[in-house]
């Protein structure tokens, strides 16, 4: 049996730190997580590989490094709502419930957000609350949040998440063609926004009223 546990400290050490994750709650955060739990049947020997990993229905969990990146970005402190768009496996659902007072995940498949559900409730990961809806639309029930991160990608940023961000908030998303995109982090201020770009990255599209066209073919990200 794979020592999981040994195999996640690697993961931090030889994929996180050398790339530049600095924040120690989010080291140790994917540190804890069992991404092994998260991958299905299927890959359980490679979740701790440096790539994403197909999940079914189109979708994949994403890379380690892509994962710590985006939540550090978010700059979280521990009483934060946060916002997920593209709850997928859990798995960066699971990171941010360790660092956030509440996350509100949404799914628009809703296979895969019934299977993730139960994996959260076996877990008992009690923070988090899934929710099956077109995640373009945000969750305006529950805003305003301290943090939106959407882990699809975009072709550009739907204001629907800039008005349901607090003054002060952080959204992180990945913007630009259905192959490569840029990962943002946009901070709302009292006079607007301020952008500003991170990493190249690919990630599957965000389908929805605000997002891209839901006929378009879907490919996996990397």
Not at 15 to 27: A, C, F, N, S, W
Not at 37 to 54: Q, S
Not at 187 to 215: H, M, N, Q
Request: proline share 6%; glycine share 8%.
């Amino acid at each position: 049996m794979e020592d999981f546990k040994k195999l996640r400290e690697l993961m931090v050490e030889q994929q996180l730190i050398p790339r530049g994750i600095k924040d120690e709650r989010v080291l140790k955060a994917m540190e804890t997580v069992p991404r092994h739990l998260f991958v299905g049947d299927a890959f359980p020997e490679r979740a701790y590989d440096d790539c994403a990993l197909p999940i079914g229905e189109g979708q994949t969990i994403s890379q380690p490094y892509m994962v710590a990146v985006m939540t550090e970005l978010l700059e979280l402190k521990g009483d934060e709502k946060v916002l997920e768009i593209g709850t997928g496996s859990g798995y960066q659902g699971a990171v941010l419930s360790l660092l956030a007072a509440e996350v509100f995940t949404v799914e628009r498949i809703e296979t895969i957000a019934l299977k993730t559900q139960e994996r959260f409730r076996r877990f008992k990961y009690t923070n988090i609350y899934v929710v099956v809806g077109d995640g373009t639309l945000g969750l305006p029930e529950q805003a305003p949040f301290d943090g939106i991160i959407v882990t699809a990608a975009a072709p550009r940023i739907p204001d629907t998440y800039i008005k349901q961000l607090k003054v002060g908030g952080r959204l992180v998303i990945p913007v630009g063609s259905r192959f490569s995109q840029l990962l943002y982090q946009v901070r709302k201020t009292p006079s607007g926004i301020t952008t500003s770009a991170s990493t190249p990255c690919v990630f599957v599209p965000l389908i929805g009223k605000y997002g891209w066209d839901e006929t378009e073919a879907q490919y996996p990200a990397y």
